[in-house]
Antibody
Framework: EEQLLESGGALVQPGGSLRLSCAAS????????MTWVRQAPGKGLEWVSG????????YYADSVKGRFTISRDNSKNTMFLQMNSLRAEDTAVYYC????????????????????WGQGTLVTVPS | ETVMTQSPATLSVSPGERATLSCRAS??????LAWYQQKPGQVPRLLIY???TRATDIPARFSGSGSGTEFTLTISSLKPEDFAAYYC?????????FGQGTRLEIK
């Protein structure tokens, strides 16, 4: 069974840092791009960042660019999100997801849709 | 940035009836459009990708259509388990963007 499991969420003070992890199992991790999506309490989904299968291409939302860094360790089937300079508006459940559909991807992008998703990990930054 | 606008924000429909959800892109996203279902307290689930292809194990009552800037998710005969929030997502350009969601509620 293809599974993703996030960890690392916590309560952190404004300006602090946190590192999220996403452990994958049940598929060949290095063959797929991966992504992070967040959901603030009671709100909709917001794409945060993505990474190609080989880790060479990185993608970020403007809201996190320069503060967050995505990476992966294919030898450990794990993706990471290093979050620095955290703000209250970063409070959310952070989901990791496999970014799938390479053959249908638009030009310049590694993949298309997100499936499956992990259970999420909660990051809380008080105001 | 491509803005995705879903309508309506809330849709009230009776079980057994048809539901039609709309998603409009501020510029063309070709067919790089996916739909997700999210029930309260649960993880988003992929329903449709490539604008019209059902994901694995998704019932045939779910169908997607459209291309370019106008897209539709249709649920042909609503079952109680279909009442949830639905999001469209474009993956044509960075940043990837989601619509704000449509909440499908029981009438």
């Amino acid at each position: 069974e293809e599974q993703l499991l996030e960890s690392g969420g916590a309560l952190v003070q404004p300006g602090g840092s946190l590192r999220l992890s996403c452990a994958a199992s049940g598929f060949t991790f290095s063959n797929y791009a991966m992504t992070w999506v967040r959901q603030a309490p009671g709100k909709g989904l917001e794409w945060v960042s993505g990474i190609s299968g080989d880790g060479d291409n990185l993608y970020y939302a403007d809201s996190v660019k320069g503060r967050f860094t995505i990476s992966r360790d294919n030898s450990k089937n794990t993706m990471f999100l290093q979050m620095n300079s955290l703000r209250a508006e970063d409070t959310a459940v952070y989901y990791c997801a496999r970014w799938k559909g390479g053959s249908t991807a638009a030009a310049g992008l590694p993949a298309d849709w997100f499936d499956p998703w992990g259970q999420g990990t909660l990051v809380t930054v008080p105001s | 940035e491509t803005v995705m606008t879903q309508s309506p924000a809330t849709l009230s429909v009776s079980p057994g009836e048809r539901a039609t959800l709309s998603c409009r892109a501020s510029q063309s996203v070709s067919s790089n459009l996916a739909w997700y279902q999210q029930k309260p307290g649960q993880v988003p689930r992929l329903l449709i990708y490539g604008a019209s292809t059902r994901a694995t194990d998704i019932p045939a009552r779910f169908s997607g259509s459209g291309s370019g800037t106008e897209f539709t998710l249709t649920i042909s005969s609503l079952k109680p388990e279909d009442f949830a929030a639905y999001y469209c997502q474009q993956s044509y350009s960075i940043p990837i963007t989601f619509g704000q969601g449509t909440r499908l509620e029981i009438k």
